[in-house]
């Protein structure tokens, strides 16, 4: 009853329009929300929001430094363990941006929203994975687990971590806007006790 009640969200999360929109304004909402994240912050949910962000941050490097895009199955590092750590990533490097605003609302809401946006970009995803890699990703899905990790899987090596592959990936990116984005908000902090 509640997943066939939950399919109009899921068809709106696929829904070939209306993912083009959000492409399109992906950098001006990203930016709107970041500086909203900025001017809400709060002095006592700022490193809280800055470990679980750091967290994000460190995994989603690790995740580019692992992956040959399209050329090979990614099945070293983090992908040793969990099939899509990159989507795991990116969900507590914005956690912590949000985090930082302090307000229980925007983190429920937050979660909400990635939960429909990974589970669905992920179904798409594995299906072009399957086209390029075949029986190979099959036989990859069977042994990990979509989004929780395994303790032990044949194959890969989890210590790994090419720097090539990391800037092919252009992995630096998301590490910089992270720092710009805590210090742009310890100044925006710094600022308010200061003068109030």
Not at 39 to 63: D, K, R
Not at 68 to 95: C, D, E, S, W
């Amino acid at each position: 009853m509640l997943i066939d009640s939950l399919e109009p969200i899921h068809a709106l999360f696929n829904h070939g329009g209306a993912r083009k929109v959000l492409l399109l304004l992906r950098v001006p909402l990203a930016l709107a929300l970041v500086c909203l994240a900025i001017f809400l912050a709060e002095p006592g949910w700022f490193l809280p929001g800055l470990i679980v962000s750091a967290f994000g941050t460190l995994l989603q490097s690790w995740c580019f430094a692992s992956l040959h895009k399209q050329k090979t199955l990614a099945v070293h590092g983090p992908y040793k363990i969990v099939r899509n750590p990159m989507y795991l990533a990116r969900y507590f490097l914005i956690l912590g941006a949000v985090l930082v605003t302090g307000q229980v609302w925007a983190i429920v809401t937050f979660t909400i929203l990635y939960y429909f946006y990974m589970v669905n970009r992920v179904k798409r995803e594995e299906q072009k994975l399957q086209k390029i890699f075949g029986d190979e990703y099959v036989e990859y899905c069977h042994r990990v687990h979509r989004f929780f990790p395994v303790t032990s899987c044949p194959g890969g090596t989890f210590f790994f971590f090419s720097k090539d592959c990391f800037f092919r990936n252009n992995g630096y990116w998301m590490p910089l806007a992270t720092i710009a984005f805590y210090v742009v908000c310890w100044l925006h902090l710094t600022y308010c006790l200061s003068h109030y």
